[in-house]
């Protein structure tokens, strides 16, 4: 993606309004995870695989501490994964126990993903410098869950864009439904209106240069392509649309929907102009 693309894809998460209410979310890969930053909001989403999943926290400073417990409010979904709060320098006794069957589920919606959780309880304390452990776990270890640390929302650049990396496989796998829910969210209607805003102006960009500077030629005419080719661009930006809100949610992919939008509306191909190519009968 060039820097203009990702440069007016930023600006559209950044005006998203359920940017500012949005944790920082990650797939857990592995058993034992190092969390960073541990004030700064992270959702950790993960599937227990026969082992408990371990996240160890080390502060040099005093700090707020937050966990809470999630599960996806989905078909089947079963409520006993426990969420262990643990100070390393007294192990013996856990500071919470947060989560599992006798625990009070709440549903919770979050509109940041368009997603609806089981919440289970919060913990949230002023900590002492030192060394914690989250240790989540059921009596399978086999169920899915998210693990929320941390309260200051907090969304730049790089996390604007991960989320949009990691957001597809999130809905896939952790709440067994298609990506293409994600366009009922601000977050991704967000995306796709600042990408197809993205690739108009491109276009109008493009069109307008070579107006200016071909006029004379064919390069440069407003209009070069008829009714077929222009239903043929329609019908290509609707199948390149489909495909990236069911699949990856490709900032590339809803980029060329978008211009063939264009070209369709506008009766103007970017390649025809650049070969200076007509099919328009006028």
Not at 44 to 53: N, W
Not at 56 to 84: K, M
Not at 221 to 231: E, L, T
């Amino acid at each position: 993606m060039t820097y203009t693309l990702r440069t007016l894809l930023l600006a559209a998460l950044i005006f998203s309004p359920a940017m500012a209410s949005a944790h920082q979310p990650r797939i857990v890969e592995g058993s034992a995870i190092t969390v960073t930053d541990p004030e700064i909001s992270k959702a950790y989403y993960a599937t227990l695989q026969g082992s408990p999943h371990v996240y160890h926290i080390s502060s040099a400073t005093p700090f707020h501490l937050y966990v809470n417990i999630l599960v996806p409010d989905i078909v089947g979904q079963r409520t006993d994964v426990v969420a262990e709060v643990i100070d390393l320098a007294k192990p013996d006794k856990p500071l919470a126990v947060l989560g599992g069957t006798q625990d009070t589920w709440k549903q919770f919606f979050e509109p940041f993903g368009y997603d609806s959780y089981l919440m289970g309880s919060e913990y949230s304390v002023d900590a002492t410098a030192g060394n914690y452990d989250v240790r989540v776990s059921s009596p399978k270890n086999d169920t899915l869950y998210s693990l929320a640390i941390g309260e200051i929302e907090m969304f730049d650049a790089k996390e604007g864009m991960n989320a949009l990396a990691v957001i597809p496989a999130i809905k896939r796998d952790f709440f067994r439904e298609s990506p293409a829910s994600f366009i009922l969210s601000p977050f991704g209607f967000g995306q796709v209106i600042g990408l197809f805003l993205a690739a108009f102006v491109f276009g109008f960009a493009y069109r307008f240069l070579l107006k200016k500077f071909a006029s004379k030629k064919a390069h440069g005419r407003p209009r070069n392509i008829g009714a077929s080719d222009r239903w043929l661009r329609a019908g290509l930006g609707v199948i390149l649309f489909v495909i990236a809100i069911t699949t990856s949610w490709s900032p590339i992919l809803l980029f060329a929907s978008g211009f063939c939008f264009f070209e369709a509306i506008f009766s103007w191909c970017g390649l025809y102009a650049a070969m200076g190519k007509s099919s328009c009968p006028v």
